[in-house]
């Protein structure tokens, strides 16, 4: 089954799974506002846009038109608009995609504070994890 990332948070929430805010946008205005509106919820400044594809390695993939990155940072809502116009409508090469690599119609705009706080807690559990099985 291919789904995106928004797709599965969908699904998820609706079984009362909590999973971090985002919002998809088409257009690097849609994105802007997506910003506006989380910035206003969270407090957040800083934002992740993230490319939306059936692929595994958007943040080290590389979109062919502008080499920007699959998943970018944007330190303000200024920087929302131009990191989303050099995302949508190009064509996104990751390990997974091959040299055709995929066309980006659309990407998830989340805030920062959120992402930071998952990666961290990803890191930590992972590095747990990988402690207790070379535990003896």
Same mark, same amino acid.
């Given at each position: 089954m291919n789904i995106h990332e928004y797709q599965a948070k +969908?699904?998820?929430?609706k079984y009362g799974v909590a999973v971090q805010r985002g919002i998809v946008a088409d257009t690097p205005d849609k994105a802007v506002a997506a910003a506006k509106e989380i910035q206003t919820e969270t407090g957040s400044k800083?934002?992740?846009?993230?490319s939306q594809i059936h692929a595994g390695g958007r943040g080290k993939?590389?979109?062919k038109e502008t080499g920007s990155k699959g998943v970018?940072?944007?330190k303000s809502v +200024? @920087?929302?608009? @131009?990191?989303?116009?050099?995302?949508?409508?190009g064509t996104l090469v990751t390990i997974q995609t091959g040299a055709a690599g995929r066309v980006?119609? @659309?990407h998830l705009a989340g805030s920062l504070n959120e992402q930071a706080r998952n990666h961290g807690f990803y890191r930590r559990w992972n590095e747990h994890r990988r402690?207790?099985?070379h535990s003896s």
């Amino acid at each position: 089954m291919n789904i995106h990332e928004y797709q599965a948070k +969908d699904i998820l929430k609706k079984y009362g799974v909590a999973v971090q805010r985002g919002i998809v946008a088409d257009t690097p205005d849609k994105a802007v506002a997506a910003a506006k509106e989380i910035q206003t919820e969270t407090g957040s400044k800083w934002f992740v846009v993230k490319s939306q594809i059936h692929a595994g390695g958007r943040g080290k993939g590389t979109v062919k038109e502008t080499g920007s990155k699959g998943v970018v940072l944007a330190k303000s809502v +200024d @920087e929302v608009f @131009e990191k989303s116009k050099a995302i949508l409508g190009g064509t996104l090469v990751t390990i997974q995609t091959g040299a055709a690599g995929r066309v980006l119609h @659309e990407h998830l705009a989340g805030s920062l504070n959120e992402q930071a706080r998952n990666h961290g807690f990803y890191r930590r559990w992972n590095e747990h994890r990988r402690s207790s099985c070379h535990s003896s």
